[in-house]
């Protein structure tokens, strides 16, 4: 029996009790809204990027990788924009001394009284809101003088734009065709929040794809089907997934056209990912800004032109929360044997994503097992993501592993001894079979990459 009631409390939980993610510098009493990676969150964390980078370099021949500066020119925001108009209306409350952003006030906690929202109780003293840029400054150079400021880049996007012309040069591509990059983006958010959803140091995954004019719309939809199959292929839930399209109200100055890809959060609907038309607002300005001309010259047709982007743009940490959340369950264990109705808690990750895929376990520690182990652990780590763990009961084992969304676990026991074989068993059935060793990192790296769908929707009805 699964439950699907996912609290962010349980993931925040999981994740620190686990080593996926922890708060950052907690030993000095922490830092608002950063966060630090464990273990198994790198694993986690590493293979989306992998997923995504497979999807836009391996499975296609469109579309080259990047890997931009963080510190770029400050000239580069000036002319996206980013200078003058990056910004969001803050408001200081005179009593708590606490900053909300003024038009989320009704979603926030007031600083005294949390089950108020800032400015309802006669104790709240609030400021006129102001704009407050988002981007960090920083300063090039031993001394801070005239000149010398610049930004942490608070998007990868701009480093693509303006590496067109390297790229177009040594590609020897054509539109349309695609630049993508992923990398760490900082934004000063006024109220950042909700565990890793929204945080003041993040990482994006980005492409831009450059295409003729008058194919901007077609290709607008084809990026958006190709982003929500990305996310459906790698096991998020039908209807805990869905496209949204901007209203004209919501749309950014350079944009003609957006949809968020959002996911069904604990803290409801929230951006997953945005696909924009962002026209050749941005080739545009940055021509007008550098003096370089950043265009398409078609020998074939005589034709030259400013190509239009359309921009996916996914935060590769917003990403992984959603794969937490959306594997998370908790269920009563039915099957016959030790473990026999107790609730585990379980990570049903697509096997592609899990940060191991393979625990090899001794049944116990004597008798030649953990030798035995060791061998067939070290014949799995070359293809697979393997980890040997000898401690505990062999229940506790089990439940260690389904919490880290480990799909197979390898036990070693007595008779592994005498014929060579193991027992595999499955995290999502909880089903045991006996397999050889010879040939079993071949057969479970196939199990790993063949297509896969969450048994939550199977539980879930």
């Not at 292929?233 to 003609?256: Q, W």
């Not at 949809?259 to 990912?273: C, N, Q, R, T």
Request: charged share 25%.
């Amino acid at each position: 029996m699964a439950n699907d009631v996912v609290t962010m409390d349980k993931i925040v939980a999981l994740c620190k009790r686990r080593g996926f993610i922890f708060p950052s510098s907690e030993i000095y009493g922490g830092v608002g809204s950063t966060y630090d990676f464990g273990h198994y969150g790198v694993l986690l964390k590493g293979n989306v990027k992998a997923q995504w980078w497979r999807a836009m370099l391996q499975e296609r021949d469109d579309i080259v990788a990047l890997d931009s500066a963080i510190l770029q020119h400050p000239r580069v925001w000036e002319a996206s924009g980013h200078l003058a108009g990056f910004t969001d209306p803050l408001v200081d409350c005179r009593t708590c001394g606490q900053r909300f952003r003024a038009d989320h006030l009704g979603e926030l906690p007031c600083g005294r009284k949390p089950s108020k929202h800032p400015g309802e109780t006669d104790e709240c003293d609030l400021t006129e809101a102001r704009d407050f840029n988002l981007m960090f400054e920083t300063t090039i150079g031993p001394v801070k003088e005239s000149g010398s400021t610049a930004y942490l880049r608070p998007e990868t996007a701009q480093g693509i734009f303006i590496n067109f012309k390297n790229v177009l040069q040594f590609s020897r591509k054509k539109p349309p065709f695609g630049i993508a990059q992923v990398g760490k983006s900082f934004r000063n958010e006024i109220t950042p929040g909700n565990f890793i959803f929204r945080t003041r140091e993040f990482e994006q995954m980005e492409m831009e794809y450059f295409v003729p004019p008058a194919e901007v719309d077609t290709w607008f939809r084809y990026w958006l089907d190709q982003r929500m199959r990305w996310y459906l292929e790698l096991g998020i839930r039908p209807d805990h997934v869905r496209l949204r399209a901007h209203e004209s109200s919501e749309l950014s100055h350079y944009s003609s056209a957006t949809s968020d890809v959002e996911y069904l959060f604990p803290i409801g609907w929230s951006e997953l990912e945005g696909i924009a038309n962002r026209g050749k607002f941005d080739l545009t300005q940055h021509a007008e800004f550098s003096g370089e001309k950043l265009e398409y010259f078609d020998q074939a047709s005589g034709e030259r032109y400013v190509p239009y982007v359309i921009e996916p743009a996914a935060g590769a940490d917003r990403a992984t929360l959603a794969f937490l959340v959306d594997a998370y369950d908790e269920e009563v264990v039915s099957a016959q044997g030790a473990g026999a109705g107790e609730t585990r808690t379980v990570l049903r990750l697509h096997p592609r994503l899990a940060p191991i895929k393979v625990a090899v376990l001794p049944l116990v520690r004597k008798d030649g097992q953990p030798e035995l182990a060791r061998e067939v652990h070290d014949s799995l780590r070359g293809l697979l993501q393997s980890e040997y763990d000898d401690g505990g009961s062999i229940g506790k084992r089990y439940r260690r592993q389904d919490e880290i969304g480990t799909p197979f676990c390898v036990t070693i026991d007595h008779e592994s001894l005498g014929d060579r074989t193991v027992t595999v068993r499955d995290r999502d059935t909880l089903t045991q079979e006996r397999l050889p060793i010879e040939g079993l990192a071949q057969e479970l790296a196939r199990r790993v990459s063949v297509p896969w769908s969450t048994p939550k929707l199977a539980l879930s009805r």
